[in-house]
T-cell receptor
Framework: EDQVTQSPEALRLQEGESSSLNCSYTVSGLRGLFWYRQDPGKGPEFLFTLYSAGEEKEKERLKATLTKKESFLHITAPKPEDSATYLCAVRVLTGGGNKLTFGTGTQLKVEL | ETGVTQSPTHLIKTRGQQVTLRCSSQSGHNTVSWYQQALGQGPQFIFQYYREEENGRGNFPPRFSGLQFPNYSSELNVNALELDDSALYLC???????????FGPGTRLLVL
């Protein structure tokens, strides 16, 4: 069974204090790893898609990387507006169609 | 360009009732996926519709059913509501069944 595990569950940073979120996965036939940001009570907002080991994507203070077993979301010099839950998801080519399997998320709080 | 929209935003029902949730996909998108997100959890795949046909289903009972219309909008119907059906229901649309999914704001359902 496909599994996605995110760590830590929660992370508290001071403004400007860089850190990384981890997403480890066990799947058969990865067809994409996705990062989303979710604010409380809202739908997930798409950030990145990664397809192959060694791939990296960047957007403002965020950088996502991918290996054969895990992905990291690096946050450089975070600001309070980066506070949100960050979700990782994998897409696997199965009889279940184009479904995403999500982890439980990392809740990030950035304080002044 | 209009993003994914969902209605209603909030809904309160009692156990045993039936509910219909609606989703309008992003312009040009022909695929809609539905997810259930319990509090503190990642979204769980319910099913996907591609060009009006079901294109995969997650581990949800038959009382969860759906439709996709010629304009690619979609409905999620849940019969015989149970207390555990209380959750945020998310709709996501994509250009095709293999592409990045973009989420709507969700419908918060409370079953009493």
């Amino acid at each position: 069974e496909d599994q996605v595990t995110q760590s830590p569950e929660a992370l508290r940073l001071q403004e400007g204090e860089s850190s990384s979120l981890n997403c480890s996965y066990t799947v058969s036939g990865l067809r994409g790893l996705f990062w989303y940001r979710q604010d409380p009570g809202k739908g997930p907002e798409f950030l990145f898609t990664l397809y192959s080991a060694g791939e990296e994507k960047e957007k403002e203070r965020l950088k996502a990387t991918l290996t054969k077993k895990e992905s990291f979301l690096h946050i450089t010099a975070p600001k309070p507006e980066d506070s949100a839950t960050y979700l990782c998801a994998v897409r696997v080519l199965t009889g279940g169609g184009n479904k995403l399997t999500f982890g439980t998320g990392t809740q990030l709080k950035v304080e002044l | 360009e209009t993003g994914v929209t969902q209605s209603p935003t909030h809904l309160i029902k009692t156990r045993g009732q039936q509910v219909t949730l609606r989703c309008s996909s992003q312009s040009g998108h022909n695929t809609v996926s539905w997810y259930q997100q319990a509090l503190g959890q990642g979204p769980q795949f319910i099913f996907q519709y591609y060009r009006e046909e079901e294109n995969g289903r997650g581990n949800f009972p038959p009382r969860f059913s759906g439709l996709q219309f010629p304009n690619y909008s979609s409905e999620l119907n849940v019969n015989a509501l149970e207390l555990d059906d209380s959750a945020l229901y998310l709709c996501a649309s994509s250009l095709a069944h293999g592409e990045t999914q973009y989420f709507g704001p969700g419908t918060r359902l409370l079953v009493l």
